[in-house]
Structures are given as structure tokens and as C-alpha cells.
């Protein structure tokens, strides 16, 4: 072999530097695997033996993005060490460039993707709302996506400048016609990541109540107890004053029963320890007190006050109606009489018989 054989040229490079780029490519590729077998099977199976699943996603994010960016980044510092036709240059710039954008957009997407569901799922959301995080996301990407498409043509040597001029132009004055429509989406998000309620809950806007029946991007849909339909723009729902009664980890119970002045001070001292024994045996249920709080014309105030440790509201009515139920069979055993009550005398008809007139 000729001495001067390594530096003859071919198409404007040297022999040596053709075989320069190419060792450089197969190193390249022998470490890129030697990374993809060894190292990140050490760090899957380090990440499958922790409970958090950060490190699978950050195994996963290596893998399927930062090792084919640096193995497309070092290719492209290796290829362009050679002098290549202009056409062939901007060829390898194109594909380089589209690659690096898809992949980067692609990489910061998932991460976000992932990363929001890991954190979901560490706060106990269910799957459903998982679901409608990931839909929401979708705009997001969409946005994310747009960047993604103007970086490319900036690298490729395009005035992007009127185009995002444009685009702020257009941006204001679709924001301006449609401002209602973003503040429902804007308020759907708040209602969606702040909870003030859920499907299924029962609340209280503007004076009805109701039971929670969808929540839509624009409009949620409220179930009165008479059966209608209240559409409420999520906005309007933002703004206002919610109760929501599905929340409410007790409710207190408040018991005000007028008893007959006639009521003897004895019977009236069994009252309080009678009904502390009877919450006893009821489930979610805290007696806290019992007085009579008040003497006047009208009875004696019998004032009760119990703990009821239940969310729904039927179950509330339920114990309820069971301590009202147990309250006033004791005191008709008792011969208690609730106060206030009208009376009425029944006059039964005269039917003895009629002494007959003595006649003469």
C-alpha cells in the first residue's frame, strides 16, 4: 500500500478521514449498546426492586430518547467533520434537525404525559380522572407541538419571526371572540384540579341543590332533588359560593323536643343517660349532650345534641329517625307528653234510656 494512499482524496476528503468517521461510527455503536444491555438493564432492575415509580420512567424517558439523541448528535458531529457536497450537507442538516425536534418534543410530552400520571395515582385519583387529565393534555401537547414545528423551521433558516407575529395577532383576537369559551375551559381546569366537588355529589349554588351529574369542559350538569336539570357554566360554578354536603365528615344532629310542665324532675334526669346508652349501640353515632335549656309557658325545652358521623345524607336521615323513634317510644313508656299538642275531648252521645213521664 502506497504511503500517500491514506491522504489521496475522494470527493474533496481524505482516505483517512473516511476511515477516521467510520471507527468513529462503529465505536459509536458498539458503546451506545454497550449502554443500552449493560447499564440500563442494571437500572431497570434497580428501579424494579424500589416501590416509586419515578426511576421506571426515568429508565424509560434514557432509553427511548436520550440514547437515540445522542447517538443522532454524535453521528452528525462525526459526518460533519467530512467535506460534503452542499446538497448533501443540508440533506443530513434536515434529517438531523427533524429528528432532534421529533424527538425532543416527543421526549418532553411523554415526560409530562408520565410524570402527571405518577402523581394522580400517588394522590389515590382513580382511573377516570386519569383518563380526563390525559384528554386535557392533549391541548398541551398540541402547544408543545407548535413550538416544536417553529424550532425546526428556525433551524432550517426560515424567518419565523412574521409567522409568530401572526400567530400573536391571531391568537388575541380568536381569545377576544372567544373569551366565554376560555373562561369555562380556564374554570373547568380550576374545578377539575382544585375539587370542589365531583360526580355524585350533592351542593348547593346560588340557592339550588342538587346532585352533581357530569362535569363537561364548558357547562356542568346539576340534578335538583325535584328532578330538574340545572346547566350551570363552569365559570358561573367558579365564581360562586359552593356547599357541597358529600364532603362533610359529620353532621351535627340537633334535637329541641317541648315537654308537658306536668313531666316529673325524676323522669326528666333519666332523659340525658337514656339516650347516651342508646347512641351506644348505634354505629357512627357520638351523644355529646343533653339539658333542659329553657322553662317557659310553653313546655319545658328539652335540647339534645348528637355527633353523626355519616356522609351521605340518607344514612344522616336514617340515625335520625332511629334516635327520634327511640326518644319518643321511651318517653310514651315514661307517660311523657310532648308539649304543644292540642287535645280534643270526645263527648259521647247520651243513650240512657228516658224516664217516662208519669201521666195523670
Not at 80 to 97: C, E, S, W, Y
Request: glycine content about 6%; overall charge positive; proline content about 4%.
Amino acid at each position: 500500500m502506497p504511503e500517500n494512499f491514506w491522504k489521496q482524496l475522494y470527493l474533496n476528503n481524505q482516505v483517512i478521514d473516511y476511515v477516521a468517521v467510520t471507527a468513529g461510527l462503529l465505536l459509536l455503536w458498539v458503546i451506545l449498546r454497550f449502554v443500552k444491555t449493560i447499564l440500563l438493564r442494571i437500572l431497570t432492575k434497580k428501579a424494579a426492586k424500589t416501590p416509586s415509580k419515578v426511576d421506571d420512567v426515568v429508565v424509560f424517558i434514557i432509553n427511548k430518547y436520550i440514547v437515540p439523541l445522542g447517538y443522532i448528535t454524535i453521528n452528525y458531529w462525526l459526518i460533519h467533520r467530512l467535506n460534503l457536497h452542499p446538497v448533501i450537507t443540508k440533506l443530513v442538516h434536515f434529517v438531523v434537525t427533524t429528528a432532534w425536534v421529533y424527538l425532543g418534543t416527543s421526549m418532553v410530552n411523554s415526560t409530562m404525559q408520565q410524570t402527571m400520571v405518577l402523581y394522580m395515582r400517588h394522590k389515590g385519583e382513580t382511573e377516570h380522572r386519569i383518563t380526563q387529565v390525559s384528554s386535557m393534555l392533549l391541548i398541551v401537547k398540541g402547544v408543545v407541538w407548535a413550538f416544536g414545528f417553529l424550532i425546526l423551521l428556525a433551524n432550517l433558516g426560515v424567518n419565523v419571526t412574521a409567522a409568530v407575529t401572526g400567530l400573536g395577532i391571531g391568537g388575541i383576537a380568536i381569545a377576544l371572540a372567544a373569551q366565554n369559551i376560555l373562561g369555562d375551559l380556564f374554570s373547568y381546569f380550576v374545578i377539575f384540579f382544585d375539587k370542589p366537588f365531583e360526580i355524585g355529589d350533592t351542593i348547593t349554588i346560588n340557592g339550588n341543590t342538587g346532585t352533581v351529574e357530569s362535569i363537561g369542559i364548558k357547562t356542568a350538569h346539576v340534578r335538583s332533588l325535584d328532578g330538574q336539570l340545572f346547566v350551570v357554566p363552569n365559570a358561573e360554578l367558579v365564581k360562586s359560593t359552593i356547599q357541597n354536603f358529600q364532603q362533610m365528615p359529620f353532621r351535627r344532629y340537633l334535637l329541641k323536643l317541648p315537654l308537658e310542665h306536668s313531666t316529673p324532675a325524676s323522669t326528666l334526669e333519666k332523659i340525658a343517660p337514656y339516650l347516651g346508652q342508646h347512641c351506644k349501640h348505634l354505629p357512627n353515632v357520638e351523644f355529646v349532650r343533653c339539658h333542659n335549656t329553657l322553662l317557659n309557658n310553653n313546655g319545658i325545652i328539652l335540647e339534645a345534641v348528637f355527633i353523626i358521623h355519616e356522609t351521605d345524607y340518607i344514612a344522616y336521615l336514617n340515625t335520625v329517625e332511629s334516635i327520634n323513634l327511640a326518644l319518643l317510644a321511651q318517653l310514651q313508656q315514661w307517660q311523657v307528653e310532648v308539649a304543644g299538642m292540642q287535645k280534643s275531648t270526645i263527648i259521647l252521645p247520651n243513650t240512657a234510656p228516658e224516664t217516662p213521664k208519669k201521666q195523670g
